[in-house]
């Protein structure tokens, strides 16, 4: 497959040049393998970017221990595993997500249970997930986890979800596969909630090609996450498994994709604001389309992806005419995330909420958001989006 050079990508890898290098230091070593000096490298970069700063940390006073593995899929999936979620258990999850936060609930022959969102974020509402877990609980379920999910970048109402997690006491599971270097009240996403979850997918703000981490609180965490990922073979110089383990530790070579993505991360999320500001400009004048941002200081997005939102009572274009005339012209866009609760593979789940997830997949878009945008590309999208009459 050849890259279409003008086509304007949603987005696209961008790299930064070093990675090539870590990559021949594997080749050197002859570390071509789930383990060695590239997977211990980005680990130590990935903590060092999510540790806590000095200043009290109302979250991050916990420890910050990272393991990387071969996707976000499957930090999820161990996640759930270290909490004991298992058959007949119920988890709380964000409707309005990507299948993949759902999927290894179903693994585990737990059930999920969808939560609608709130439309300052247009993440979990912490009103319906708490008015969720009363009805639950009233029926006698047993509610093992909540999975939030910081959706395009921008953070969820941590303290909010936090206060919830806390009362009832069932721990958070934080997606933040789409928030790496996002923060609520200075601190960074990942590690908000009990456990969390970063993805370095094709399309993230940074990536590995494919791959994902897990954050966990303790290094006891961290160790069993070690042995899952490597099929749970016992301590023992032969192979003795008392337990059924996964293969879902990162190559060694990928890893090394990983350092040299780390060293322009912070360079990556400018970009992708600056994309934001841009699409906030051009329609600042539109009152029929809004742009998700920041709801208040709280929130530091890095915008994986710029998104907007059509008002149907303002004008009559509808979102898949904007992907449609943006297509005509070779750039990609993307409908929102469709609400889980309205997924076909989902029928019969339960659902608590209104219709904001809905509404949010009826009326809005994913616009091109990559931080290698040229100023070119930009002025392309900006003609074509500006002759639209709303
Ligand atoms: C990408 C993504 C994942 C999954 O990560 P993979 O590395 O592709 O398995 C999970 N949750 C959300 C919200 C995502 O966007």
């Not at 050849?2 to 070593?29: N, T």
């Not at 200043?55 to 990387?68: I, R």
């Not at 994902?212 to 073979?233: E, F, P």
């Not at 309205?342 to 219709?355: I, R």
Request: aromatic fraction near 8%; hydrophobic fraction near 35%; charge should be negative.
């Amino acid at each position: 497959m050849i890259e279409d050079k003008s086509r304007i990508w949603l987005s696209s890898p961008h790299m930064s040049g070093d990675e090539q290098k870590y990559i021949k230091e594997a080749f050197d070593e002859n570390w071509i393998a789930p383990l060695g000096s590239n997977i211990l490298g980005f680990e130590k970069d990935l903590e060092d970017y999510l540790r806590p700063e000095k200043e009290t940390a109302p979250y991050n006073d916990k420890g910050v221990n990272v393991t990387v593995l071969n996707s976000g899929t499957a930090a999820i999936h161990l996640a759930l595993i270290l909490l004991g979620v298992g058959k007949g258990d119920e988890v709380l999850v964000q409707s309005h997500t990507h299948i993949a936060s759902v999927n290894p609930v179903v693994y585990l022959g737990a059930t999920p249970v969808f939560i609608d969102s709130e439309t300052d974020t247009w993440n979990m509402c912490p009103d319906t997930l708490e008015e969720a877990i009363k009805d639950r609980l009233g029926k006698g379920k047993k509610i093992k986890a909540i999975i939030a999910v910081h959706l395009y970048g921008m953070p969820y109402k941590a303290d909010e979800i936090n206060a919830v997690s806390q009362k009832y006491n069932i721990p958070v599971i934080e997606d933040s596969a789409e928030a790496l270097g996002s923060r609520y009240k200075g601190k960074m996403c990942g590690t908000l909630g009990d456990i969390g979850v970063l993805s370095f997918n094709g399309n993230k703000i940074i990536t590995t090609s494919g791959g994902g981490a897990i954050i966990t609180a303790s290094q006891d965490q961290k160790d069993r996450v070690m042995y899952l990922a490597s099929q749970a073979k016992d301590n023992v110089p032969y192979y003795q498994h008392r337990e059924i383990g996964y293969n879902y530790k990162m190559s060694n070579i990928v890893a090394g994709i990983g350092r040299g993505q780390m060293e322009v991360l912070e360079e990556r999320i400018v970009l992708r604001r600056e994309v934001n500001d841009f699409y906030k400009s051009l329609f600042s004048d539109n009152e029929a389309v809004s742009i998700l941002t920041e709801p208040d200081e709280r929130f530091y997005s890095n915008y994986w992806l710029s998104t907007l939102l059509l008002d149907p009572k303002l004008t009559k274009v509808v979102p898949s005419d904007i992907r449609k005339i943006l297509e005509s012209k070779n750039i990609e866009s993307r409908p929102l995330w469709k609400p889980m609760h309205l997924q076909p593979v989902f029928d019969g789940c339960m659902y608590y909420g209104g219709n904001i997830s809905e509404n949010l997949f009826n009326n809005g878009l994913c616009l091109p958001s990559g931080s290698n945008l040229t100023p070119e590309q930009k002025e392309k999208i900006f003609d074509v989006l500006n002759k639209i009459s709303f």
